[in-house]
């Protein structure tokens, strides 16, 4: 059918252009009728979807006339779109003239009366529905308590034959919005378990009535806390002249901010940061750090912009993040920039700070540079001598790398876990996690793991993979370095994967050591030859493999 091909491209067009799709559909003949296939008639549902969304009610009109079958769907897509427009009339009509009204119809009409504020016609239209579920009790309670009808709101509660959390946060809301705190504690108090959102309404409640003892309370019992019960108390405590609460409460927040980001939820800690009124050094840092983690290395560069056009003070923290964000995306010159004001803020030679520069300067390729800044670190620890030999080894220098190790134990400093520890990846399946080294052949499915990476080394190859054999830093044959690569413990876990998860989904591995440069660019064939999003998670950020790339832009 002609007007179902041009449906198909509705959603990409423009809304001119969908008018004139559809005024062909005007002309569609009646007998059709039995041609009209269930997809055809979903796909036209979610046109006028669409048209509603956009305030296009006669487009939307149009094409629904023209249907040569249509379902309680259809109508009821249609009345949902004339109240979200608020065409209440139109609505009622059509729902007059249905042949068929299933639940869904009166839940979306009774809803209409509500918005339409004519409680009176709601009701007794709610008296009049053939039948009930509990949408159609929460509407009804949500339109008394939203007119300040407490008490018809809770009679309606009482009735109820099945409430859900929606029903007792909808009682307990409207208590705390008119005014009768006693009442929506006794009621809280009779119930064990609530959600956030109901917490959050008590805790508001008692805080716009000033009564902090008791918002302190609530907030202090909260078993989860979100971004609005934050928000809610440090408001609170600022506003009431509880400064030094506010502080201590920021500096949770900004500890909330570190969780939400090294759980890879950097879009909840953005949240959280963008709904903070008094934000410090720590939570300018704590966000920086986050985007470097997660790869969004552009963000992280952009949000140490803003801390200095907002006058924070650039704390250590703030510029290691940066730092490291600059080497993740090879910002040779911005690096040299930052460093500037590194030396300017007097950071330069301590430590903490001089390691993130050490690690930029080495991702970067800039050895030289690497070198000078370790020289320059007063008081070199572990971490100094582990990332200027990483630096070494990764870019084949592997003799600089050898003296390197050789001068660090006559400095008596003596190699730890990182500088010697052996790599781990691991991988969940199955509710069960499967743990591998390099060369491991122990795990019980050892033999299929190893065939199936032995015809997916083929297929990489034939992809154009090439074993990066100059991270080898043995004596031996070009061909034993190939083959001591293709057993790294994140190859492994990740062909593990692939052979016990299901096809196209998304599968996620760890490593507890940065991934080395061989294994980032196998897995990226892995993930472009298999089809798989595969998310590895190292020390350093989450990496996202898809189709052949991978986001960090081959910078880590």
């Known amino acids: 059918m002609r007007f179902i091909r041009q449906l198909q491209t ?7 252009s969908r008018t004139r799709i559809h005024a ?21 549902n979610i046109a006028i979807t669409d048209y509603m969304r956009n305030g296009q009610c006669n487009a939307a009109l149009c094409l629904f006339n023209s ?3 249509k379902t309680s769907v259809s109508y009821n897509t249609m009345i949902s779109g004339y109240l979200s427009n ?29 918005k339409n504020n004519n409680l009176g016609a709601a009701r007794l239209f709610f008296d009049e529905m053939p039948a009930k579920d509990v949408v159609s009790w929460n509407a009804m309670l949500s339109g008394y308590a939203q007119n300040g009808l407490v008490h018809e709101a809770r009679r309606i509660f009482d009735l109820m034959p099945e409430k859900n959390e929606i029903s007792w946060n909808g009682i307990l809301a409207a208590y705390v919005q008119n005014g009768m705190i006693e009442q929506a504690r006794r009621l809280f108090d009779s119930k064990e378990k ?9 805790m508001g409640g008692y805080l716009k ?12 019992r909260m078993p989860e806390r979100d971004e609005v019960s934050w928000n809610t108390m440090i408001t609170c405590c600022a506003q009431n002249g509880k400064l030094d609460e506010a502080r201590r409460n920021i500096s949770s927040w900004n500890t909330i901010i570190t969780g939400y980001s090294q759980n890879g939820d950097i879009a909840h800690a953005r949240s959280l940061f963008d709904r903070m009124h008094n934000r410090d050094c720590i939570s300018w840092a704590a966000i920086i750090a986050g985007y470097a983690q997660s790869g969004d290395s552009e963000e992280a560069i952009r949000m140490f912009v803003e801390m200095k056009r907002d006058g924070e ?21 911005l690096g040299k920039q930052i460093h500037g004001r590194v030396i300017k803020a007097g950071f330069e030679f301590g430590c903490y700070v001089g390691n993130a520069l050490l690690a930029m300067y080495c991702r970067c390729g800039s050895i030289v540079e690497a070198h000078e800044v370790f020289m320059g670190i007063e008081h070199r620890d572990i971490v100094s001598w582990n990332t200027i030999i990483i630096g070494y080894s990764r870019h084949g220098f592997s003799k600089e790398a050898l003296e390197h190790f050789d001068a660090m134990k006559e400095a008596r400093i003596q190699p730890d876990e990182v500088t010697m520890i052996p790599g781990y990846s691991w991988v969940e399946v199955q509710n069960k996690i499967h743990t591998f080294s390099v060369g491991d052949f122990a795990h019980p499915e050892s033999e299929i793991i ?37 057993y790294h413990s994140e190859k492994l876990a990740v062909a593990y994967g692939i052979i016990k998860t299901p096809k196209g989904r998304p599968l996620h591995v760890f490593k507890n050591l940065r991934v080395c440069e061989d294994c980032h660019t196998a897995i990226k064939h892995m993930a472009k030859i298999t089809e798989r999003l595969i998310i590895l998670r190292d020390p350093n950020r989450f990496h996202h493999f898809n189709g052949g790339e991978c986001n960090c832009g081959d910078y880590w």
């Open 10 to 16: 509705t959603f990409t067009r423009s809304y001119r």
């Open 24 to 44: 062909h559909t005007t002309a569609l003949p009646e007998r059709r009728n039995n041609n009209v296939t269930d997809s055809d008639v979903v796909k036209c």
């Open 67 to 69: 249907m040569p079958r």
């Open 86 to 114: 608020s065409k209440f009339n139109l609505a009622q009509k059509l729902f007059d003239v249905m042949p068929q009204r299933d639940l869904v119809s009166w839940n979306v009409m009774l809803t209409g009366h509500i």
């Open 194 to 202: 609530w959600a956030v959102v109901s917490w959050n309404c008590l």
């Open 209 to 220: 009535r000033k009564r902090m003892v008791e918002a302190r309370e609530i907030f202090d």
């Open 313 to 333: 003070r650039i704390n250590r923290s703030a510029f290691t993040s940066v730092l490291s964000t600059c080497s993740d995306v090879a910002a040779f010159m």
């Open 450 to 486: 190893l065939a199936f990476l032995e015809e997916l080394d083929l297929r990489m190859k034939l992809d154009g993979y090439i074993s990066t054999t100059k991270l080898v830093l043995h004596d031996v044959e070009e061909e034993e370095k190939q083959q001591m690569l293709k």
